[in-house]
């Protein structure tokens, strides 16, 4: 093989060479999937998806009543073989009762949640859609929400214009510790 002096100037292999086409590799994907759900008949609040196990209508006549527990709690059902513990979410976390803000004509709304290997039924008025954003973006501030709510908060984030709920915090709550 004949070498010019030209040829001289090839660049070893053993270097990265440039991309021909210019391009740069994408930068990691940060998000996570919200669930946006509505309490108090206005706020909107977010869920992270992966502690939701499924969302679903629960007709009224399949929620048994459970005595002497606090008023959040609507009783239980059973889900997947297993016993479900209902939680008026607005109930909890300050707001009123669901069933003294309207007449329940249509059937309750459940998030199943999952912490810690502990389920959770959240009954909500009303849920939306799925947001995706980066976890970053989630502030959190004195002063943020009312002090009920503050123990099940993680944050607000501006550009979702949404509240984050813990759900851990949620299901360790000790309203339900003696069950």
């Not at 980066?134 to 929400?145: K, R, S, V």
Request: net charge negative; charged share 15%.
């Amino acid at each position: 093989m004949l070498l010019l002096e030209q040829d001289s100037e090839i660049e070893p292999l053993s270097q990265p060479r440039p991309d021909p086409l210019g391009l740069t590799p994408l930068p990691e994907d940060n998000r996570q999937q919200f669930l946006r759900f509505t309490l108090s008949q206005n706020d909107e609040f977010l869920f992270p998806l992966n502690q939701i196990l499924e969302v679903m209508q629960l007709p009224l006549e399949d929620i048994f009543p459970v005595p002497d527990m606090t008023s959040c709690i609507l009783g239980v059902c059973s889900w997947q073989g297993e016993t479900l513990w209902l939680v008026d979410l607005n109930h909890l976390v300050g707001y009123s009762p669901l069933c003294q803000q309207s007449q329940l004509i249509a059937p309750p709304i459940v998030i199943v949640a999952q912490s810690e290997g502990r389920l959770l039924g959240l009954v909500v008025e009303q849920v939306g859609e799925v947001d995706l954003f980066d976890e970053a973006t989630i502030q959190m501030e004195p002063g943020l929400c009312a002090k009920a709510l503050e123990p099940f908060v993680t944050g607000y984030c501006p550009q979702q214009k949404g509240t984050v709920l813990n759900i851990s915090a949620i299901v360790k709550s000790p309203t339900w510790q003696s069950r």
